[in-house]
């Protein structure tokens, strides 16, 4: 019996072959093919008899073949198939290319349906080029040749008119039995069409608007239950106990005054609201988002010390070590006078830090300081006692070993999905059943539909203001003419005592012919990348070599070094040590500087290949500099001549802002091509919606209404059911 679950392995007619191909869509089961949508539509509406047809045509004719043949061209080793077609108005050539089964199909004497385009040659006039074929069936409407046709995302191997046949094949098998998924009134309210219509309709419209209506109706549905889901997760963590952590106001006060420079009003606003929400005993959910150098750390760290002051613990969560250790020691540097111990695990190498007040950094076993944050019971008061306040470090933090006495605050610093996972694994970890806050800080701006779908579960503060006296930084694209100046720019600069940053693509290598895709992770909603992934062979080559180069050759005078991934440990440290304390001009550096580095003496960004990165990942890189009161400079070095990657350079020429790039890039990209967006299965009907902030909002509105009504959809099983399949999907990814 054919079901909608039927795996298409047990489909008649789909080998391995298929079936891998079919894999790699995401499709294994019937109900996958019929929700693998077409993403436009031919029009073949347009039957007209042999003797009308005009040159650059589009349309369908029927007639009878007079003769057809398939032959071998000489010059091109291409099979072509050449046919005649009459009708009693008049005849036709049609001509194919590279389908050498067809003369097995299409013989002398049959009918047949065509439906494409004429083309002109001087051998043949006018004649029909590669059409869509059918033999006529008196039981069935046509599928390839007449009305409507739907052309599916080409994916190799897999033609639109294999899945149209099969699709066709299996919806009438089913014969309108698909049960519907959508509750009756919101069917009602909506004016939807009911799934049965809507799927052959998507499939095979009678007209472009019922197949609109039935993608507007699978658009909302889609988001419907993943609203349905983040609405629902945030109610049951609101059902969730946390430690209420009193707002210390004298503390804070003292620390504010302690800073070196004046909180801006969204600093202050920020951190306020972290504060107020720490007070609740239900888990904070908050994410501060902030453009890069928008002084996102100073609010961690006041939500930081005032979990300390209450007695527990923060853990500290960066994307890599190199930021990690930068987190410790800004931590540590500003919270100096409070009496608070600070930790730092990073996993690469075995080595503990701890720094004490006003003490330099000591250095334990990693078994003391797991003592350290686990906490002993005191036998006199029967109390817990932690030696550690705040626990700063990579992905090295989850890990079964490391248990926290009293950990009340995670911070995530530029994860991705913000760090409600990383709770949820600390919180196994620690047997925890009091969830601790979560503040989770990001430059990457996420549009605001997205903000309200996917991460709807979060509180969202904004920091927009940027520190008082930073300048606008000049950013200039360079063509191979202009390197030279761009060095002698550099120079004064240096002259001036500030600093430069060098990128390097991931390829830049000349020797090597072939070229390794550069992986674009400027994903706007996608994860960040995790810079320390991202040191393939070839990255560590450039970057050897444009060190070389410019330590040798052009600023032989200057002190140059280089970074990346590869290196070791201490030796990464000691040489962003050595660039913060001034004491080199020049860091030529892979992308492991991409996120969060705070360098506030450096003036100058160059990026060699700029092409090869992506809109955000570059306005990462940018952001590294422009950190102070100087005059900072941008430069996109590019040799590239596509139109588009201009574009992309240009959009950062012309823009400052993150949130402003992310629309560009996504107008710039199109729908269906964010990067990142297969990671976060989010498909391209779903990213073409969430452009709809009035369908989000809808979506949104209706979601929460029925959680109202019936807040564990009771009533509503085949949702229960749908979101049940929604979190073993998110759960595998
Ligand atoms: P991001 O938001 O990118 O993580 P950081 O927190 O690293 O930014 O801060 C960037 C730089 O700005 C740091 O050097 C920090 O000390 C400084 N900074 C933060 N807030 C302010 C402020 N209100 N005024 C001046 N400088 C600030
Ligand atoms: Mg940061």
Same mark, same amino acid.
């Given at each position: 019996?054919?079901t909608l679950f039927t795996p298409i392995e047990e489909l008649f007619g789909i080998g391995p072959t298929l079936r891998r191909r079919l894999k790699k869509l995401g499709v294994k089961t019937v109900n996958d093919l019929f929700?693998?949508?077409?993403?436009?539509?031919?029009?073949?509406?347009?039957?007209?008899?042999?003797?009308?047809?005009?040159?650059?045509?589009?349309?369908?004719?029927?007639?009878?073949?007079?003769?057809?043949?398939?032959?071998?061209?000489?010059?091109?080793?291409?099979?072509?198939?050449?046919?005649?077609?009459?009708?009693?108005?008049?005849?036709?050539?049609?001509?194919?290319?590279?389908?050498?089964?067809?003369?097995?199909?299409?013989?002398?004497?049959?009918?047949?349906?065509?439906?494409?385009?004429?083309?002109?040659?001087?051998?043949?006039? @006018?004649?029909?080029?590669?059409?869509?074929?059918?033999?006529?069936?008196?039981?069935?409407?046509?599928?390839?040749?007449?009305?409507?046709?739907?052309?599916?995302?080409?994916?190799?191997?897999?033609?639109?008119?294999?899945?149209?046949?099969?699709?066709?094949?299996?919806?009438?098998?089913?014969?309108?039995?698909?049960?519907?998924?959508?509750?009756?009134?919101?069917?009602?309210?909506?004016?939807?069409?009911?799934?049965?219509?809507?799927?052959?309709?998507?499939?095979?419209?009678?007209?472009?608007?019922?197949?609109?209506?039935?993608?507007?109706?699978?658009?909302?549905?889609?988001?419907?239950?993943?609203?349905?889901?983040?609405?629902?997760?945030?109610?049951?963590?609101?059902?969730?106990?946390?430690?209420?952590?009193?707002?210390?106001?004298?503390?804070?006060?003292?620390?504010?005054?302690?800073?070196?420079?004046?909180?801006?009003? /969204?600093?202050?606003?920020?951190?306020?609201?972290?504060?107020?929400?720490?007070?609740?005993?239900?888990?904070?959910?908050?994410?501060?988002?902030? /453009?890069?150098?928008?002084?996102?750390?100073?609010?961690?760290?006041?939500?930081?010390?005032?979990?300390?002051?209450?007695?527990?613990?923060?853990?500290?969560?960066?994307?890599?070590?190199?930021?990690?250790?930068?987190?410790?020691?800004?931590?540590?540097?500003?919270?100096?006078?409070?009496?608070?111990?600070?930790?730092?695990?990073?996993?690469?190498? /075995?080595?503990?830090?701890?720094?004490?007040?006003?003490?330099?950094?000591?250095?334990?076993?990693?078994?003391?300081l797991l003592k350290m944050i686990k906490g002993e019971i005191n036998p006199y008061t029967k109390k817990l006692n932690t030696k550690l306040n705040i626990l700063i470090?990579?992905?090295?933090?989850?890990?079964?070993?490391?248990?926290?006495?009293?950990?009340?605050?995670?911070?995530?610093?530029?994860?991705?999905?913000?760090?409600?996972?990383?709770?949820?694994?600390?919180?196994?970890?620690?047997?925890?059943?009091?969830?601790?806050?979560?503040?989770?800080?990001?430059?990457?701006?996420?549009?605001?539909?997205?903000?309200?779908?996917?991460?709807?579960?979060?509180?969202?503060?904004?920091?927009?203001?940027?520190?008082?006296?930073?300048?606008?930084?000049?950013?200039?694209?360079?063509?191979?003419?202009?390197?030279?100046?761009?060095?002698?720019? @550099?120079?004064?600069?240096?002259?001036?005592?500030?600093?430069?940053?060098? @990128?390097?693509?991931?390829?830049?290598?000349?020797?090597?012919?072939?070229?390794?895709?550069?992986?674009?992770?400027?994903?706007?909603?996608?994860?960040?990348?995790?810079?320390?992934?991202?040191?393939?062979?070839?990255?560590?080559?450039?970057?050897?070599?444009?060190?070389?180069?410019?330590?040798?050759?052009?600023?032989?005078?200057?002190?140059?070094?280089?970074?990346?991934?590869?290196?070791?440990?201490?030796?990464?440290?000691?040489?962003?040590?050595?660039?913060?304390?001034?004491?080199?001009? @020049?860091?030529?550096?892979?992308?492991?500087?991409?996120?969060?580095?705070?360098?506030?003496?450096?003036?100058?960004?160059?990026?060699?290949?700029?092409?090869?990165?992506?809109?955000?990942?570059?306005?990462?890189?940018?952001?590294?500099?422009?950190?102070?009161?100087?005059?900072?400079?941008?430069?996109?070095?590019?040799?590239?001549?596509?139109?588009?990657?201009?574009?992309?350079?240009?959009?950062?020429?012309?823009?400052?802002?993150?949130?402003?790039?992310?629309?560009?890039?996504?107008?710039?990209?199109?729908?269906?091509?964010?990067?990142?967006?297969?990671?976060?299965?989010?498909?391209?009907?779903?990213?073409?919606?969430?452009?709809?902030?009035?369908?989000?909002?809808?979506?949104?509105?209706?979601?929460?209404?029925?959680?109202?009504?019936?807040?564990?959809?009771?009533?509503?099983?085949?949702?229960?059911?749908?979101?049940?399949?929604?979190?073993?999907?998110?759960?595998?990814?």
């Amino acid at each position: 019996m054919l079901t909608l679950f039927t795996p298409i392995e047990e489909l008649f007619g789909i080998g391995p072959t298929l079936r891998r191909r079919l894999k790699k869509l995401g499709v294994k089961t019937v109900n996958d093919l019929f929700f693998h949508f077409p993403h436009r539509y031919e029009d073949f509406s347009n039957l007209i008899p042999i003797g009308e047809v005009k040159l650059n045509q589009t349309c369908s004719v029927r007639g009878k073949i007079l003769e057809i043949e398939s032959q071998r061209t000489w010059k091109r080793r291409m099979i072509v198939t050449t046919a005649i077609i009459q009708d009693n108005s008049g005849a036709i050539q049609v001509t194919w290319f590279n389908q050498p089964y067809l003369t097995k199909i299409l013989k002398k004497d049959d009918e047949v349906l065509l439906s494409g385009k004429t083309a002109f040659s001087k051998k043949e006039g @006018i004649y029909l080029s590669n059409p869509q074929y059918e033999k006529p069936d008196p039981e069935k409407t046509p599928t390839h040749t007449s009305g409507l046709i739907s052309v599916y995302p080409e994916t190799e191997g897999l033609s639109s008119r294999w899945l149209r046949s099969i699709i066709k094949r299996l919806l009438l098998q089913l014969n309108n039995k698909l049960p519907e998924t959508l509750p009756p009134q919101i069917l009602k309210e909506n004016e939807f069409l009911p799934i049965n219509k809507a799927i052959w309709q998507i499939h095979f419209p009678d007209s472009l608007k019922l197949a609109e209506a039935a993608k507007k109706r699978f658009s909302f549905e889609e988001l419907f239950y993943i609203e349905l889901f983040v609405l629902r997760e945030r109610l049951k963590l609101a059902k969730e106990k946390a430690v209420s952590i009193p707002v210390k106001l004298d503390t804070i006060k003292d620390f504010v005054e302690s800073l070196p420079f004046n909180l801006t009003d /969204d600093q202050r606003k920020s951190a306020w609201q972290v504060l107020k929400d720490m007070e609740k005993s239900r888990p904070m959910n908050r994410l501060l988002q902030g /453009d890069v150098g928008s002084g996102k750390t100073v609010v961690a760290a006041i939500a930081t010390l005032n979990v300390a002051k209450a007695g527990y613990q923060t853990a500290f969560m960066a994307p890599t070590e190199i930021l990690a250790k930068q987190h410790f020691k800004t931590v540590f540097d500003v919270l100096k006078d409070f009496n608070l111990s600070v930790g730092l695990m990073t996993g690469k190498e /075995d080595k503990i830090y701890s720094r004490k007040l006003k003490n330099d950094t000591i250095e334990v076993s990693r078994n003391k300081l797991l003592k350290m944050i686990k906490g002993e019971i005191n036998p006199y008061t029967k109390k817990l006692n932690t030696k550690l306040n705040i626990l700063i470090g990579t992905h090295a933090l989850i890990q079964d070993k490391v248990k926290f006495g009293k950990l009340a605050l995670v911070v995530v610093d530029e994860q991705h999905r913000f760090g409600v996972e990383q709770r949820a694994k600390l919180c196994a970890q620690n047997n925890q059943r009091i969830i601790p806050h979560l503040l989770s800080m990001t430059a990457t701006p996420i549009p605001r539909t997205l903000a309200l779908t996917v991460y709807g579960d979060l509180d969202l503060s904004l920091i927009i203001q940027m520190p008082k006296g930073r300048k606008k930084i000049i950013t200039e694209i360079i063509g191979p003419e202009k390197r030279e100046k761009t060095y002698q720019f @550099i120079r004064k600069e240096v002259k001036k005592k500030r600093q430069v940053f060098v @990128i390097c693509p991931r390829i830049e290598n000349k020797k090597k012919k072939k070229l390794e895709s550069s992986e674009d992770s400027s994903a706007i909603i996608g994860p960040l990348p995790q810079a320390e992934d991202f040191n393939g062979w070839s990255e560590v080559k450039a970057v050897e070599e444009e060190y070389e180069k410019l330590s040798k050759n052009v600023f032989p005078d200057l002190k140059v070094a280089m970074l990346h991934g590869k290196m070791k440990s201490k030796e990464k440290e000691k040489i962003m040590k050595d660039f913060k304390n001034k004491k080199t001009d @020049i860091l030529v550096s892979t992308s492991v500087v991409e996120v969060g580095i705070d360098i506030p003496n450096a003036t100058v960004m160059m990026i060699e290949g700029a092409e090869r990165f992506g809109l955000a990942q570059l306005h990462q890189f940018r952001g590294r500099v422009g950190r102070a009161k100087y005059q900072s400079y941008c430069f996109l070095l590019t040799t590239s001549p596509d139109q588009l990657n201009r574009r992309r350079l240009k959009a950062l020429v012309d823009f400052d802002s993150g949130f402003e790039l992310a629309e560009k890039d996504l107008e710039i990209r199109g729908p269906g091509d964010l990067s990142g967006n297969r990671q976060w299965g989010i498909p391209d009907l779903m990213m073409d919606s969430l452009r709809d902030l009035k369908l989000v909002e809808k979506t949104r509105e209706t979601a929460k209404a029925i959680l109202q009504e019936d807040p564990e959809l009771k009533k509503y099983p085949v949702l229960q059911n749908k979101l049940k399949m929604f979190r073993e999907k998110i759960h595998l990814e």
